[in-house]
């Protein structure tokens, strides 16, 4: 695995299962949700037109789509592990809608720390986006970690690389 | 919607299905809009020189990786609407379930996504429910999986959708 000069944010070591990540707080508006569905390409008019979702989809307002929440999740997740951080496996759960004038909460907490195989540390983090203390979706994400500062889980390639958890 | 509908949905389980090539290469524009709308300032993306070193340059992000494939609104004769995920919208038209969504997402991450790569996606119906009542509404549940691979033919990742289509309002709180 390559050397690197860039000092990990974060080790595996570093990290306790338990323990909780940094909160995120941030104010949705309309401005959020469209650029967010413009980002991912995502025309689906509930995503910018008001009346067609209060209409066709019986939603209170536009609502931020999926792959915007992803990158949202995958933002949360790498503000913590830094560039190191590589994202192996996410599982979105979606249970309800974010709405312009919600706050969005994002919290995480380490529910495993493991070194695979082939010698590769990862975490598992089970992340909640919620407003107003409803869970509007969850993440699983299993993220690989350097383990030591010349570590760099980006250089795996090929059979050196398992993003699936073993069964 | 008969049963052979469905006998004829459910027959199309595990097969290859839509196999598409993206319209456009991977493009740092497009990471940087994609960043800026959820405010992400990983340095991976932002500073070359760390891009250079864990990344062997630039790298898109992992979540980004169904961007890659969705169609531009309008493209130059172009005469229908282009749909990502036609699986999906084929069962919503077969079994005759007007409204939809996602319920569960769950991405894999393989080889990375690098600046000009052109991707190639198939889509796998995985399996149709039995009908069920939710609080929206009555309907089926399906699972369906999004295969990429980069133009060398690296796997690059696989998503699992779970979709359910249904008509509102024949539903009881559940």
Known sequence: ?????????????????????????????????????????????????????????????????????????????????????????????????????????????????TVDDVGCGFVTVAVTLAVDGDVKTTCAARVALPRRADDNPWGRRGDQWRPSPPP | MTAAVLDQMRARIGQEQYHEVGEFPVERSYVWTSLASVENGNPLYWDDSVAEELTDGQVAPPSMVSVWFRPHHWAPGRTEEALPLQVHFDLKAALDLPEAVMTDDTIEFHTPVRMGDVLRTHQVLRSVSDEKTTKLGTGRFWVIDVVYANQDGDLVAVETYTGFGYRRGEGSAA
Not at chain 1, 56 to 85: K, S, V
């Open chain 1, 1 to 113: 695995v390559t050397s690197t000069a860039v000092e990990p944010q974060l080790l595996l070591d570093d990290v306790t299962v338990g323990e909780s990540l940094p909160a995120l707080n941030y104010k949705v508006t309309a401005t959020t949700v469209v650029l967010g569905a413009l980002a991912t390409r995502d025309w689906r008019p509930m995503h910018h037109d008001k009346d067609f979702a209060v209409e066709r989809n019986g939603t209170q307002d536009i609502f931020l789509n999926t792959p915007n929440q992803a990158a949202w999740f995958e933002r949360y997740l790498t503000d913590w592990t830094g560039p190191h951080g590589r994202l192996a496996r996410v599982t979105f759960r979606m249970k309800g809608s974010v709405f312009p004038g919600d706050t969005m909460v994002f919290t995480g907490v380490v529910e495993s720390t």
